[in-house]
């Protein structure tokens, strides 16, 4: 069948997280330069259509955590360093999304679908 | 409210096209290295939890034309020289999905929900 | 034979230009978003070993041009879209590169190298 | 002072180094797909100017002992699971590179510098 507009809003959601992770996935990464890259990360995604806001949080102890294990003082970005929220609208629909740990994983959820009556 | 499961598979369907879209924009690409991009993208994202199917044909009349009118001989990977489909399943739902271009804009779109009765 | 320290400076600088360049390729970008990309992308290569200083002007006038010729409102950042000059200093070595448009491609360069007597 | 040819040809080199970690780096990677991403690295790179040769091997051994470790069966593709060597040729001159895990760091290094007499 056809989709319905709540689908294609998860669906949207969907490729806003696929893109953030996979465009930013390898950054050369360190606690000094967290801040700049949460903060490209977020309003490179919001550009994208339908994407209303973007948070990204850097798990700094996490990062600090890997970077005292190795010998290099910087690491690559992946999804275990960061806490990320979105929000998306599509034909009035908003669907609210969220990257956190689920154990070793850093597991994309939609946390709630707000469709009009 | 919480998402129903087709509402999650297509989001699921979602995160894969951003990251196949994101994880391989920008690779240098020419007529001769195509079939090779094209293989890696599918499999990788094959990868992905809940992908069934992914086939990535490279518009090679399109490479084509955007290397006859630049200085080098190769371009770089964008979504105007790929068509992807794609499917997903969890929970028993099915999601189709693919991105062509609309315009000239290479548009991703859910073409089809199949979930059980 | 083996590289020589000026040899070896300028290939760590040629990382850092290949680095910055296909990890930020393909990345959404607007005027709006600009500054944040490029400061994302100076500080992410500045953690990389010997790299000293790294700068990136966004070609504004470039980027509208493009998003004026096109149906979406933002666009896909490539080389096109930025100036970027880096100072890599290795073993005493200093190496001066640049990249900048010559014609319609984007050439990385070396600019100056500086070698202790 | 201004760069010698074996010099740009070190820069090059460094070039397609940066571009084959940062353009893959974080692409969904499982046993199964090692070849096919493979393949399209060292294609993708042969594409760029004065590059004469790229070849890149998994180590699967790395890759199956990541796996093992953490409850997904596939990774992110990184320099930990590749040995790459290179050549580059830029005006007669050829520069042969390789990256190599040294301890826990992928190292990048120029092996040789042939320069004519």
Redesign the interface.
Known sequence: ????D???A?????????????????????P??AD??A???A???????HCEDVTVEIREDALRAEIED?????T?F?GRFAEVEMTVDYEGVA?E?SMRMD???PL?A?D???APE
Not at 43 to 49: F, G, L, M, T
Request: hydrophobic letters at 35%; one cysteine or more; aromatic letters at 10%.
């Open positions: 069948m056809d989709p319905t709540p689908q294609v998860c669906f949207e959601a969907g490729v806003k997280f696929g893109s953030l992770y996979h465009q930013f996935a390898g950054t050369p990464i360190s000094d330069s700049s890259l903060a490209a990360m309003e490179a995604i919001e550009n994208q259509p190795q010998s290099a003082d910087y690559e992946t669907v999304t154990g070793d994983y994309m939609v709630d679908v707000d």
